[in-house]
């Protein structure tokens, strides 16, 4: 089957005003026909993003968001807030989300059914540590995360699941190609089991250390339908050739 690519950019805790610039840019100079183009700015700019990408080809999403619709939870957004801010996507259990504020698969879970709530695709993260790749735990620690984090009702429509090894965010390097197949191949069998059909339409992104140079070779790889971009994301020049990649 035919996935459509997505290109999806993680500006993380980077970007102020100024810096939509470089999202109208990127909607103006890579109009990306052939593929999808999602912006996940830091939550102040989600509004501005989305007003300012209306029209375009190029989506607005959000980084994270709490479980609940509203409450007492000091310093939170939600997935509702974000979809009244212009998102159409967010981001579920990045890593750094993970690592920093301890987000455990179940949290994530919640996180995602927040976002389906919401009207949102979840973009759900999974990815090994170094160190858990180095004792041969890459596959198990995967399908730990997948079986934990994307939660019954996940469907093509509502989510996409990025692989992100912690190991190569911001690194510079990258796993091997045959490396990042075997995990995505493991990926859909693992999404097949949960989802039976529903499962091959589902988008599975690479994530880590993706560049314009090496963006088209892993799009190339088997069960590779995009990618996560954190730090080639920030400039249209840079996120452009990768956007040009997903969409050859
Ligand atoms: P990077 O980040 O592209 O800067 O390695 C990827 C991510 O964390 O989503």
């Not at 989506?59 to 974000?82: F, I, N, P, Y």
Request: net charge negative; aromatic share 4%; with cysteine.
């Amino acid at each position: 089957m035919t996935r459509r690519k997505l290109a999806a950019g993680n500006w993380k805790m980077n970007g102020l005003k100024a810096a939509l610039a470089e999202a109208k840019t990127l909607a103006a100079e890579h109009p990306a026909p052939n593929c999808d183009v999602l912006l996940c700015p830091p939550a102040t700019l989600v509004a501005a993003m989305a007003a300012a990408l209306e029209g375009t080809a190029v989506k607005t999403g959000g980084q994270d968001c709490h479980a609940a619709a509203s409450g007492a939870h000091t310093g939170d957004v939600s997935a509702e807030m974000l979809a009244d801010a212009g998102a159409a996507a967010v981001i579920v259990g990045h890593s750094e989300r993970r690592a920093d504020h301890g987000e455990d698969d179940a949290a994530v879970a919640a996180k995602a059914m927040a976002a389906w709530r919401a009207g949102l695709v979840a973009v759900i993260c999974v990815g090994e540590t170094e160190a858990q790749r180095d004792a041969g735990e890459t596959l198990t620690v995967i399908g730990d995360q997948i079986a934990g984090s994307i939660p019954p009702g996940a469907t093509a429509e509502n989510t996409v699941v990025a692989y992100e090894p912690v190991w190569a965010i911001g690194a510079g390097r990258t796993p091997t190609l045959p490396q990042i197949a075997e995990v995505h191949d493991f990926m859909r069998d693992e999404l097949v089991k949960k989802m039976a059909e529903a499962a091959e339409g589902v988008r599975l992104l690479y994530g880590g250390s993706v560049k314009p140079g090496n963006a088209a070779e892993i799009f190339a790889v088997s069960n590779v339908d995009g990618g996560l971009v954190g730090g080639a994301s920030l400039k249209a020049a840079d996120f452009g050739g990768i956007v040009a990649a997903a969409g050859a």
